[in-house]
C-alpha cells in the first residue's frame, strides 16, 4: 500500500508560481497513476492534472498551459509546477495514487493535502 506527503503550499501573490511536492512510500510507486487534486471547503475536490505509469499527463482546461506534472519513479516524486496563478485557485491540494488490481478493484490512497492560498 502507497502512501502520500504533500509539502510546498503556502501563500502566493497572483501571478506567482509554487511547486507543489508529493512524494510516496511503500512498494511499486511506479505502477500507480497519480494525479493532484484540489478542493475548497463545501465544495467537491477537482481534478487539477495526472500522470500515468508511462509518463502520459492530462490537465483540467482551467490549468492547461499554467501547470506542469512530472514524476521521478526513482525518487518516488510527482511534483506540480503552477505558474501564473489566480486567486480562485485558493484550496487544499491533495495527490492520489491509484492502480486497479484484478483481485482487489481499484486501490488508492490519498495524501493529507497542502494549503495553496493565491492573494495580494
Known amino acids: 500500500q502507497v502512501r502520500l506527503v504533500e509539502s510546498g503550499g503556502g501563500l502566493v501573490q497572483p501571478g506567482g508560481s509554487l511547486t507543489l511536492s508529493c512524494v510516496g512510500s511503500?512498494?511499486?510507486?511506479?505502477?500507480?497513476?497519480v494525479a493532484w487534486y484540489r478542493q475548497v471547503p463545501g465544495n467537491q475536490r477537482e481534478l487539477v492534472a495526472s500522470?500515468?505509469?508511462?509518463?502520459?499527463?492530462k490537465y483540467s482546461d482551467s490549468v492547461k498551459g499554467r501547470f506542469t506534472i512530472t514524476r521521478d519513479n526513482a525518487k518516488k516524486s510527482v511534483p506540480l509546477q503552477m505558474n501564473n496563478l489566480r486567486p480562485e485557485e485558493t484550496a487544499r491540494y491533495y495527490c492520489?495514487?491509484?492502480?486497479?488490481?484484478?483481485?482487489?478493484?481499484?486501490?488508492?490512497?490519498w495524501g493529507q493535502g497542502t494549503q495553496v492560498s493565491v492573494s495580494a
Open positions: 500522470v500515468t505509469t508511462s509518463g502520459v499527463t
Open positions: 511503500g512498494k511499486s510507486f511506479e505502477v500507480y497513476t
Open positions: 492520489r495514487a491509484e492502480r486497479f488490481d484484478y483481485g482487489r478493484g481499484l486501490l488508492g490512497a
